[in-house]
């Protein structure tokens, strides 16, 4: 396996930030593990990033460690019992082009969460979602590799602790487990989720499929999300904050405007909302900005740097707590 020094990461994260590795490699075999670890021996004070398609990250800085790019890509369909089809994919598929295979299967479940961009070994770390679906709804087991002793271990579904844009893997003990495969268990009579807005006006007139709903869905998010091969971006920069009821209250009381859903002792807000009514909406600093139509969308002009990119966020962060009292956090990951 090639180990490259001083890698640039440009091509490799959807910012286009021009980050250097220290060193860096390509895992394409399980076999490679083993390699790997013995290398890091030698080196045991570098740390260890996992990356897939870079499309949560914002670099920062150039990563002094060892970057992993994860390239694990079996397919398989495994069987089926009376209620669900199940499917084993390795942690380097690309996600969206993981979700037409099942389609073109003849599995249903997925079709929700089309054209979200990565790979299938980063979806269980934020336990990624859209349109009304999660990835948790259809996991059977998460299969990671304990890189202390690397042994592979299989996770089940309350094992992986997932939650709003988050699991087991990415808050109790990042790098420590690398994911390698991911089954799922796709169910055999689905319930289609159309209710989420503009998606029953694409399918008008149209056949109710797995097909059809994810067509609608990649149309859907075509003409209101910035595409990082245009401008860079990582998606959502910011979670929505999660607040007590008696905050909501408070703060419904003197922003009556403000959206909010009820969760379980909680209620979720929207960041993009708050981040609007301070004004952020399309606002630039050189080539660091919001998008024009999200507010959530931190987006890279061109030649922006991670540091400018980091310091605009903390901008927003700033003002969003002094309008509101509210503590945004990074959806991404920031190193
Ligand atoms: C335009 C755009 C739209 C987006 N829309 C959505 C959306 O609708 N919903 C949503 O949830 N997200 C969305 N995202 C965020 C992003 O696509 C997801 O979080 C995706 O799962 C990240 O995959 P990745 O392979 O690029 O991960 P990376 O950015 O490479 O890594 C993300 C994290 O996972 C870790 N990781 C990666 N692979 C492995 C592995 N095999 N084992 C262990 N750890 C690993 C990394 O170390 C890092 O901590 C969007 C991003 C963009 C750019």
């Known amino acids: 396996m090639k180990i490259r020094e001083h890698y640039s990461l440009k091509a490799l994260n959807t910012f286009g930030l021009d980050a250097k590795a ?11 593990v083993r390699t790997l670890m013995a290398w890091q ?31 694990l890509e079996t397919l398989e369909v495994l069987g089926q019992d009376t209620d669900y089809h199940y499917v084993r994919a390795g942690a380097g598929n690309n996600w969206h082009e993981f979700v ?3 389609i073109d ?9 089309s054209l979200i961009p990565g790979t299938v070994g980063a ?19 998460v299969q990671a590799l304990d890189w202390r002793t690397a042994e592979i271990r299989d996770f089940s579904v309350e094992e992986c602790r997932f939650a709003y844009r988050d699991s087991y893997f990415k808050s109790v003990e990042p790098e420590r487990w690398l994911i390698v495969a991911v089954v799922f268990r796709l169910p055999r009579q689905p319930q289609w989720k159309t209710d989420y807005a503009g998606v029953q006006e694409q399918l008008d007139g149209k056949v109710l499929d797995a097909r059809s709903i994810s067509d609608a869905i990649i149309h859907i998010r075509q003409s209101k999300l910035p595409d990082p091969a245009e401008i860079g971006n990582a998606g959502s920069f910011f979670k929505n904050p999660l607040i007590s009821v008696a905050q909501w209250e408070s703060l419904k009381a003197q922003f009556p405007a403000m959206p909010g859903w009820p969760q379980q002792q909680a209620v979720k807000i929207s960041a993009g909302w708050l981040i609007d009514q301070c004004g952020w909406k399309g606002q630039r600093e050189g080539d660091a900005g919001t998008h024009i139509k999200h507010a959530l969308v931190l987006v890279n002009h061109g030649n922006a740097s991670g540091t400018e990119l980091w310091a605009f966020a903390q901008r927003i962060i700033a003002s969003v707590q002094d309008k509101f009292g509210v503590t945004l956090e990074p959806e991404p990951r920031v190193l």
């Open 22 to 32: 220290r060193y860096f490699c390509t895992l394409h075999k399980l076999s490679g």
């Open 105 to 113: 299967q003849g599995f249903a479940g997925l079709e929700n969460l």
């Open 123 to 141: 979806a269980p770390m934020q336990n990624i979602g859209a349109y009304g679906v999660e990835l948790k709804d259809h996991v059977y087991e």
């Open 100 to 102: 037409r295979w099942t």
């Open 41 to 71: 021996q030698e080196h045991p004070d570098l740390p260890l990033l996992f990356l897939g398609g870079g499309s949560n990250m914002l670099f920062v800085n150039d990563y002094p460690g060892l970057v992993v790019q994860v390239r």
